[in-house]
């Protein structure tokens, strides 16, 4: 464990000093969302925070960070996998490319339907208590099928077609609470940074606001880097004990393939 711990965090140093500009990618729309927040009023006090907090102009830079964090996510995975290879994880190579944007679509409309869309439980006609615990459930349903899927975003990025979610789950079968412990240890640390860090601007006297705030902005790059990280040093974890290749499997795109 504290050699795949150790794993996400050096791999994510080296590869914000090799690939400056990818690792900047979601630090400049942190950033850039900070000063939306700022002109709003956000860091002028808890009462300012309050009411900066549903500025719409503030939601949409916040859907924009969400697409932020994920976008490094196709070269660090690569990455790491690539045992650190800076040139070849910066490639733009078929089909990795087209199979990752699939999965950037899919979490990016998760991602929209949370921040804008209707809840779930309400299209299905549930109110109360009964649409809250449902809610719950399907929050922890998607969490717990995410693990399992771990594989076939690692796999996917690499230009693996030959692993796909059902194949995913199988390969992560038995290390599903060796990847939730890596996804704590690996994105608990910076999330705690980060919230710190934009507490702390917001009551800090407003000499420190900009200070604070650039640093939360790199923290924020690191995230994106070890939430990616963390999950692709576990798929490797899982893929090792079921003697599973995540990158060297032939790259069969037909449909019925890249699903399975």
Same mark, same amino acid.
Not at 212 to 238: E, K, R
């Given at each position: !464990?504290k ?5 996400i965090? #050096? ?8 690939? +400056?500009?990818?690792?900047?990618? +979601? ?14 009023? !956000? ?29 490094? /996510?196709?070269?660090?995975a690569?990455?790491?996998?690539? /045992? ?31 921040l ?11 109110? *109360? ?11 922890a /349903?998607g @969490? ?19 692993? /796909? +979610?059902? #194949?995913?789950? *199988?390969? !992560? ?12 240890? *690996?994105?608990? $640390? ?7 860090? @934009? ?22 790059g ?24 995540l990158?060297?499997? $032939? ?7 890249i699903?399975?």
């Amino acid at each position: !464990m504290k050699t795949d711990i150790a794993s996400i965090y #050096r791999h994510a140093w080296a590869f914000a000093r090799l690939c +400056p500009l990818l690792f900047l990618i +979601p630090v400049l729309v942190e950033f850039a969302q900070h000063i939306v927040e700022w002109q709003a009023g !956000m860091y002028d006090g808890i009462a300012g925070a309050k009411a900066a907090e549903a500025d719409p102009l503030r939601m949409q830079f916040g859907f924009a960070k969400t697409l932020a964090l994920l976008l490094p /996510g196709y070269w660090f995975a690569r990455f790491i996998l690539f /045992g650190g290879d800076a040139a070849r994880a910066r490639r733009i190579e078929w089909p990795a490319i087209g199979l990752w944007l699939v999965l950037f679509a899919i979490h990016g409309l998760e991602q929209w339907w949370t921040l804008f869309g209707p809840p779930l439980t309400g299209l299905i006609g549930l109110t *109360g208590e009964t649409a809250r615990w449902t809610g719950y459930a399907l929050v922890a /349903g998607g @969490s717990i099928l995410g693990v399992y899927l771990t594989a076939w975003s690692s796999a996917w990025a690499a230009g693996n077609a030959a692993i /796909g +979610p059902i #194949r995913s789950i *199988g390969i !992560m079968a038995g290390s599903f609470w060796w990847t939730i412990a890596l996804m704590i240890v *690996g994105v608990l $640390p910076l999330m705690i940074v980060h919230y710190t860090l @934009s507490y702390a601007a917001i009551v800090a006297p407003a000499a420190l606001d900009w200070p604070l705030l650039i640093v939360d902005a790199v923290a924020v790059g690191f995230l994106a880097l070890t939430m990616t990280g963390a999950s692709t040093v576990a798929a490797q974890h899982a893929a090792r004990r079921k003697q599973v290749d995540l990158v060297g499997a $032939p790259n069969d795109l037909s449909p019925l393939k890249i699903f399975s």
